[in-house]
């Protein structure tokens, strides 16, 4: 088990494009990290670069404390699962778990009591004998996974592992992942643009926007604290709601726009003119304008099934935020700012 | 929950009415007529260029034709064997052998590495690249007689190039000599094919997805490893069938061996398609040509479905 650490890393692609723009990054031991962003934000790219698939513009990468950047991957004692899985495909299951440690020069006997091993803790010990192409894609993931395994790496690298299955078998496969990280409790980075994969696997999460890191941290700060309003608006589903005022934004998560009937305490109210609504799992989304003095601007509130307030189309309707919930933001940089007194 | 019911109806009874066009059927949509019309000239061609000639070689082959007198007359067997009797037509049969074997080996190993240097990404590279397919573009009885001044028994540069750092006293008479002659005509077979091969392995290495390559690389295999165990697998439909090809092509060619060599000296680089061209059209015993040719169809036939069925059995997905 270690750490894996990045220093002021830059990487461009013909001296123009800047596909990672001066990342700073450590992980914890054994830690499960998870790199967010959306696509061609160069999640892909740093972990790439991780991995030695990638050689960095400038910067260094420590694997364990120890500078690796210039080292070919596979001096760097690392797993890689690809978002294709990139299995061996004129080899059997077995040749495509034993191949890492064959390449080590593992004797037969031992590679073959380690595959197994693997196999079976994956679930995948009866398909030891078929090809690639007769396998689904669930199977494919564990001989991947397998195989990444094998070689008891110091730090497991996943590439959108999941985004090949289909969206029941991710939910269990995410369950399974997070199971199979705990059980080896190796270093892992997972790169994915699913932020409820992100949510649920991570320990901790950096999301990442053009080239930089815009915030890391674990995913209740990420939700409740964004550092700014991309993170605010990439996190959430529906996003942060932004409303101008002033010399700020200010922000609130949509579930905690509510009648203002069911919000006690110190709040902020504001008129919501009911423009469209959805039925949800369970939840109403209401749609609407609010005007905080600066003009009407759209938000969106959800409204869990316990509030049975009547809300009709067409409406104005008084809502409210509670004052605790309210995150402010500078209208010129989107950086968090602090707090300022609304009137009303 | 309140609702409102959409109102979708307002912009349906806007937009006009226009009736379906039952015209607009062209030759283009009625794939039965089309597939026809596009095959016809293929199979005219081949019926007319291939079929007939093939037919005509099979009568030849049972008649006693010659350049002087083309009256038909059924011999059956008498000319396989003539041939068969003939001492010439065995060295043929081993030269022809010979000649398709080892220019393969060395065609598939030099594509291999070409089409590597080929794909590989290095400053200059266009040049090579030019360089590699130059031979491919040079027509070949053109780039056969450069060969032939190369390899001359007085001027050859070759010679003068070995004379000038001492590796040998006298000149080396290439085309004279009949190891030295095969292994010249091979080695100009190769120069000739490979160009070709790299290119269809160039394609076939591009096909490999990244993530395997990329893949074998993490889990920690170096590159000769990459190379036996990923690349060539991965590649070795493309490399049998372009092998396949190659053989069959270097099989019934007889272009280097006409131009270097005219299968000397003593019929020691003769080969089966020089040898049905000597006998059959210079020697004007067209009959005899004919069956010498016909002798190389059921083996090129066994050869491309042993081929075929190969590749058909590595699957690769």
């Known amino acids: 088990m270690s750490t894996v650490e990045v220093r002021d890393l830059r990487k461009s692609f013909d001296g123009r494009v800047h596909a990672i723009d001066g990342v700073d990054l450590l992980t914890g031991e054994g830690e499960y990290l998870v790199l967010l962003g959306p696509s061609g934000c160069g999640k892909t790219t740093l972990l790439r670069t991780i991995a030695g698939l990638e050689q960095p513009t400038s910067g260094d990468v420590l694997i364990g404390g120890q500078i690796v950047t210039g080292l070919p991957p596979r001096a760097r004692r690392i797993a890689m699962v690809f978002q294709s899985y990139a299995l061996y495909p004129h080899k059997t299951v077995q040749a495509n778990i034993v191949f890492p440690l064959r390449a080590e020069g593992v004797p037969p006997g031992e590679r073959e009591e380690k595959a197994r091993t693997a196999a079976e803790m994956l679930g995948i010990g009866h398909l030891l004998g078929r090809k690639p192409r007769q396998l689904s894609g669930g199977e494919r993931q564990r001989v991947a996974l397998a195989r990444a395994l094998v070689r008891d790496p110091t730090v497991f690298l996943l590439d959108e592992p999941l985004s090949n299955l289909d969206a029941k078998l991710r939910t269990s496969a995410r369950d399974e992942l997070k199971r199979f990280q705990q059980d080896i409790a190796a270093t892992t980075i997972y790169v994915t643009h699913d932020q409820s994969e992100a949510m649920g696997l991570g320990d901790r999460i950096a999301v990442m926007s053009a080239g930089r890191v815009r915030q890391i941290g674990a995913p209740v700060e990420i939700y409740d604290d964004p550092a700014d309003t991309f993170v605010a608006t990439f996190i959430g589903s529906p996003p942060m709601n932004l409303v101008p005022h002033g010399e700020v934004l200010v922000g609130f998560r949509p579930e905690h726009l509510l009648p203002v009937e069911n919000v006690s305490g110190e709040r902020v109210t504001a008129t919501l003119e009911v423009q469209r609504m959805e039925y949800l799992s369970g939840d109403r989304h209401v749609y609407g304008t609010v005007d905080l003095g600066d003009g009407p601007c759209r938000v969106i509130a959800r409204l869990p099934a316990t509030v049975e307030t009547p809300i009709a189309v067409g409406e104005r309707h008084d809502f409210a935020v509670p004052g605790a919930r309210l995150r402010f933001f500078d209208a010129a940089s989107g950086l968090r700012t602090e707090p300022v007194r609304l009137g009303a | ?317």
């Open chain 2, 1 to 317: 929950m309140a609702r409102s019911a959409p109102p979708a109806e307002a912009a349906a009874t806007t937009r006009e009415q226009r009736p379906v066009d039952l015209r607009r059927r062209g030759i283009a949509d009625r794939d039965g007529v089309l597939s026809w019309l596009l095959l016809t000239p293929a199979v005219v061609y081949i019926l007319a260029l291939v079929g007939v000639p093939f037919v005509l070689a099979v009568a030849f082959s049972f008649s006693d034709v010659t350049g002087g007198d083309p009256s038909f007359d059924w011999v059956g067997l008498r000319n396989f064997e003539r041939v068969f009797a003939d001492p010439i037509f065995w060295r043929s049969l081993r030269n022809t052998f010979l000649f398709t074997a080892v220019s393969m080996l060395f065609i598939v190993i030099f594509g291999k590495v070409l089409a590597n240097i080929l794909i590989a990404d290095f400053r200059g590279r266009w040049i090579v690249r030019f360089c590699v397919l130059l031979p491919w573009t040079t027509p070949v009885a053109l780039s056969t007689i450069t060969w032939l001044w190369l390899l001359d028994s007085v001027f050859s540069p070759i010679d003068w190039v070995l004379r000038q750092v001492g590796l040998i006293q006298s000149n080396m008479f290439w085309l004279g000599q009949p190891n030295l002659a095969m292994i010249s005509v091979i080695a100009v077979h190769v120069w000739r094919l490979v160009p070709l091969a790299a290119v269809i392995m160039m394609a076939g290495l591009l096909s490999i997805p990244k993530d395997v390559q990329e893949q074998a690389a993490v889990d920690g295999a170096g590159y000769w490893r990459r190379m036996f165990e990923v690349t060539i697998p991965l590649t070795a439909p493309v490399i049998a069938i372009s092998a396949l090809f190659g053989a069959i092509f270097t099989f019934t060619d007889m272009t280097v061996v006409y131009v270097l060599t005219r299968g000397g000296p003593t019929n020691e680089t003769q080969v089966l398609a020089s040898w049905a061209f000597f006998k059959g059209i210079e020697g004007s015993d067209v009959a005899q040509g004919a069956a010498i040719a016909l002798f190389l169809f059921p083996l090129l036939l066994a050869a491309a479905i042993a081929i075929l069925r190969a590749v058909r059995r590595m699957e690769v997905s």
